[in-house]
């Protein structure tokens, strides 16, 4: 590969991602401004948040029960198994909540949103939307966003839940009674761990909706690019999510 080719590559990613930040930027002030499609909100909401809900309690479910298990292993030789709660609370509440919710949500809601635009544009419904004075990003762009950043925070506390319900499933076996497993849970937990819990999933729902749109309105090539779209979506936006995590905590860590 000689260095052409690199410096190809390297403009188009960068040009890319200009697009891609053009985007967001004009459906945050498209957010703001009427008219607003109330109907389509509400419609996009349903189909991205509320259809969700059972494979984030699925998620939460098992992972809270797997996390308990695993710590509760590791502190019954030390005879600390009253701390269970808590662990599993820091490190779903901070961490684990809203990565798996948001990894969930981008391959289930990101590829649904690439898939539905790119099928609009390959069938040229985008072009005649566009033809009749629409605006394509207030209409279709800005609904999707909106029902993301309300829908994610609120499917990662249903995560959060009921994660901590199935820590606390499993710990009953092992003689926690509720009042111990709730008590540990301040001692692990800071307010501070809350904000954190929301404020990572409303970003990693902005990643989702943006990443999808973004394909889905980029689509070329008919039916086949459609898929191509969907894949390259899911596959950025769980790349993009675990990237930002880090970054993210690394923000809160230093705020402490």
């Given amino acids: 590969m000689n260095i052409a080719v690199i410096d190809r590559l390297l403009i188009l990613f960068f040009q890319e991602l200009q697009n891609y930040f053009a985007l967001a930027g004009?459906?945050?002030v498209r957010m703001f401004s009427r008219p607003f499609y109330y109907r389509e909100f509400a419609i996009q909401f349903d189909k991205l948040g509320f259809s969700s809900l059972f494979i984030c309690i699925l998620t939460g479910l098992f992972t809270g029960m797997v996390m308990a298990l695993q710590a509760l292993i590791q502190l019954k030789?030390?005879?600390a198994t009253s701390?269970?709660?808590g662990m599993v609370a820091a490190t779903m509440i901070k961490e684990l909540g809203p990565v798996l919710a948001s990894l969930m949500v981008a391959g289930r809601v990101g590829s649904a949103i690439t898939a539905e635009l790119g099928t609009m544009v390959v069938t040229e419904q985008v072009d005649a939307m566009r033809v009749e004075g629409t605006d394509i990003i207030k209409r279709l762009v800005a609904p999707r966003l909106k029902a993301m950043l309300l829908a994610m925070p609120?499917?990662?506390?249903?995560?959060?839940?009921t994660s901590l319900l199935g820590g606390y499933v499993m710990s009953a076996g092992y003689g926690i009674n509720p009042t111990m497993?709730?008590?540990g849970l301040p001692q692990f937990m800071v307010f501070q761990d809350l904000i954190e819990g929301l404020a990572k999933p409303a970003f990693f729902g902005l990643i989702v909706a943006m990443t999808g749109c973004y394909a889905g309105l980029n689509t070329r090539r008919g039916a086949e690019g459609v898929g191509a779209a969907s894949k390259q979506a899911v596959v950025l936006s769980s790349v993009t999510i675990l990237v930002s995590d880090f970054f993210i905590s690394k923000i809160f860590v230093a705020f402490r």
């Fill in 26 to 28: 004009r459906s945050f």
């Fill in 83 to 85: 701390y269970v709660g």
């Fill in 77 to 79: 030789p030390f005879a």
């Fill in 154 to 161: 609120l499917l990662t506390v249903v995560t959060d839940a």
């Fill in 181 to 183: 497993y709730v008590s």
